[in-house]
């Protein structure tokens, strides 16, 4: 027991040293627009640069007057299909898709309709309707909006890198098809370059 109490003081002083020296994480509430880059990596401030930036140019092109012009001014329907990452890094496509998705809805030149698993989704919702909903809630089927035009595309880098320095050119490729003749009547990029020195 004489010899316990100097090892218990020991354990109780190495475990206070230890904790002194660990580093103390803090932790704030930002603004969800504020820019902080900490790896260097693809991040929320690069997607929403990016979606901002392409859907500017495809509801600029010239594919969406042509279109107004030949259905009286209607806005065409569209729907946002695969965007694949073909880049060196894991980049979360289907954040860059919403971004996307949010940019079109903001912008109101076009209208767009759901894709994807949130459609299946919504089509098990409407057969349940069938069953379970009054006649005169239920909604009908066969009454979707077809979309005119799907947006595809594809997330590409090429990384140069030389001891601790590094320069990441990121390339964000989309193109626009109509649905029904597989014409693409736009192809926009956008282009993000960034040089990291750890």
Known sequence: MRKSFPV??????????LNSCSPQREVRRIDSDEQ??????WNDTDSRMVAEALTDQ??????????????????????VGLVRNKSHEHIN???FIKDIEKAVIKDGSARLVQAGDKRDELRAERADQQDFASSKTAKQWGQELGADFMLQGTINSIVDSY???KVVNYQV??????????????????????YINN
């Open 8 to 17: 218990l003081l020991l354990v109780f002083s190495i475990t206070m040293a």
């Open 36 to 41: 902080i880059d900490l790896s260097g990596r």
């Open 58 to 79: 495809v509801l600029n092109g010239q594919w969406l007057e042509n279109y107004k012009q030949n259905h009286h001014g209607a806005r065409p329907i569209l729907i």
């Open 93 to 95: 496509a289907e954040t």
């Open 163 to 165: 001891r601790n320095e």
């Open 173 to 194: 490729n989309l193109e626009l098809a109509n649905l029904e003749t597989n014409e693409i009547v736009w192809i926009g990029d956008k282009k993000i370059r960034k």
